[in-house]
C-alpha cells in the first residue's frame, strides 16, 4: 500500500483543501443555488405576511399585542420543534423549511415596519392631509416610504437570521449548505465543513450588503441630508470659543 503524495489534501484531512473546491464545485453550487433559494423565497413570503400584519396593527391598535404575541411565540419555538410541528402539513418537502423560516422572520419584520410606521412624524402625516391626499395615498407615498429606513433593517437582520437557520433544514435534506456541513460532520470531513462554513458566512455578508444597498437607493432623501449637514459644518467653520469678562482668567 502506498502512502499519498505529501500534497493531497484530501488524503490528509486537511482543513483547507484546494482539491476540494475542484473536484466537489458542482455539489458547492448546487447546494449554494438551494441555500440561496430557501433563504430568498422563506424571506419574501416572511414580508409578505408581515405587511399586512403591521398595517393592521398600526390601523387596529387593540390588535397589537396579539400580533407582536403570537410572532414573539413562534420565534422562541426551537427550530427541530417547529420543523416537527411543520411535518404533518408539508411532509419532508422544501416547503416545509420555507414555512418554518417564514414563520421566524415574522416577530423581526412586523416589530420594525410597526415600529417605522409609529416613527412617522405628526407633521408630515397632517402636511399629506392638507394637501388632500387620502388614507391609501398617504400610506403608500408618505407613510410607507418614511418607514423604509426601519423596516430594511428589520429585513437585514431576518436575512441573516435565514441564512443560519437554513442550515438546520438539513434534518429534512433541504438544508442547502448546511447538508453539506452536517455530512461533513459524520465523516469528519474537515474540508466539507469548513467550506460550507465559509459560504454561510459569505452568502449572509453579501446579502446584508446588498439590502444596504436597496435601501440608501430607497432612502435618497437621508443622503441629502447628510451632505446638507456637512455643508452647514463646513460653512460655518470651528466654533470659536466665548470672550472672557473683564478680569476673568481665559
Not at 464545485?25 to 408581515?50: E, F, K, Y
Not at 419584520?109 to 388614507?135: F, Q, T
Not at 403608500?140 to 437582520?157: D, F, H, S, W, Y
Request: proline residues 6%; hydrophobic residues 55%; contains cysteine.
Amino acid at each position: 500500500m502506498t502512502a499519498p503524495p505529501p500534497d493531497d489534501c484530501l488524503a490528509h484531512n486537511d482543513w483547507i483543501c484546494g482539491d476540494y473546491l475542484s473536484t466537489r464545485r458542482q455539489i458547492l453550487l448546487d447546494a449554494l443555488a438551494q441555500h440561496l433559494q430557501l433563504t430568498l423565497i422563506s424571506v419574501a413570503l416572511g414580508l409578505v405576511i408581515a405587511v399586512p400584519l403591521a398595517l393592521l396593527a398600526r390601523r387596529r391598535r387593540w390588535t397589537v399585542g396579539p400580533v407582536l404575541g403570537i410572532t414573539t411565540v413562534l420565534y422562541t419555538i426551537p427550530s427541530l420543534a417547529m420543523f416537527s410541528l411543520l411535518l404533518p402539513l408539508y411532509g419532508l418537502s422544501a416547503t416545509l423549511v420555507v414555512v418554518g423560516l417564514a414563520l421566524y422572520s415574522l416577530t423581526l419584520l412586523v416589530r420594525n415596519i410597526l415600529a417605522g410606521l409609529d416613527g412617522v412624524p405628526a407633521e408630515a402625516r397632517e402636511a399629506a392631509r392638507g394637501m388632500g391626499y387620502g388614507p391609501m395615498r398617504q400610506l403608500l407615498t408618505v407613510e410607507l416610504p418614511l418607514a423604509v429606513p426601519a423596516a430594511m433593517a428589520g429585513l437585514r437582520i431576518a436575512t441573516v437570521s435565514a441564512v443560519a437557520l437554513t442550515t438546520v433544514g438539513a434534518i429534512v435534506g433541504y438544508g442547502g449548505l448546511g447538508n453539506l456541513i452536517y455530512a461533513g460532520m459524520n465523516a469528519f470531513f474537515k474540508a466539507q465543513v469548513l467550506t460550507a462554513s465559509v459560504l454561510c458566512v459569505l452568502i449572509a455578508v453579501v446579502l446584508d450588503l446588498l439590502l444596504l444597498g436597496v435601501e440608501r437607493l430607497l432612502t435618497p432623501w437621508r443622503r441629502a441630508g447628510r451632505r446638507a449637514r456637512v455643508r452647514s459644518r463646513a460653512i460655518a467653520g470651528p466654533k470659536r470659543p466665548a470672550a472672557a469678562a473683564p478680569g476673568q482668567r481665559v
